[in-house]
Structure formats: C-alpha cells, structure tokens
C-alpha cells in the first residue's frame, strides 16, 4: 500500500484513499487469508494490535474497526483522527457487533434440539 501522512494535503489524502491500491486493501480486509481458514486480515490485524491481552473486548474490536474504517474511507478527506467521528462509528459498531453475536447465538440455538423458553 502506499504511504501517506497526517501532513499530506487533503487533496493528496482524497487521492490516496481513492487509489485502486488503498480500495483493494479495504476490501480484503474482511476477506479469508489464503490458506487460513477463518482468519481475515482484519482479524491479522487486531491479534497484532491487541496480542498482549488475554481477552480482546468488543469495545476494543469496535475501537479498532473503526479507526481501519476511519483512516481509509474516501469520505474522510483526512488521516489525523477526530475523536467524535471515531466515537460516534464505536457506537455504530458495537450495535453491529452485538446483533452478530445475537445472531451466531440464535444459529447455535437453532441448530440444538433444547427448546429455550424466555
């Protein structure tokens, strides 16, 4: 990927998100990592960042995604974070994190023969 930094100009910022490179690497964030199953890159990412913890909190993943969201949206026309946008995608990703978990737990109970009674 190229490089860029938080004294580039905007306009070089906007370019550089909207380069086929930059856009390749959002897309694959989410993909699987040739020949590991189940493992994206975006998960590579988050092992590296948060590899010293035992146990990674969903605020730290929703922490995480939203900087990766941040820094390579070309609707962002900057790199240098702000810390209401980055507060306000937490939000948004936690809401998004939560109802994947509802939905794996749904899937688990679903594919068991207990019936749950709420």
């Keep these: 990927m190229p490089t860029i930094n938080t004294k580039s100009a905007a306009s070089e910022v906007l370019s550089w998100k909207k380069s086929q490179k930059v856009k390749d690497v959002l897309r694959k964030l989410n993909q699987d990592i040739a020949g590991h199953e189940n493992l994206t890159w975006c998960t590579k990412i988050m092992e590296k960042i948060w590899e010293k913890s035992r146990k990674v909190l969903k605020e730290k993943i929703a922490f995480t995604i939203s900087i990766i969201q941040y820094l390579l949206s070309p609707k962002v026309e900057s790199i240098k974070i702000d810390d209401e946008a980055i507060r306000k995608r937490m939000k948004k990703n936690i809401v998004s994190i939560n109802l994947l978990n509802l939905f794996v737990i749904i899937r ?7 019936c749950f009674y709420l």
């Excluded at 688990?108 to 207990?114: D, K, Q, S, V």
């Design 108 to 114: 688990i109970i679903r594919n068991t023969n207990y």
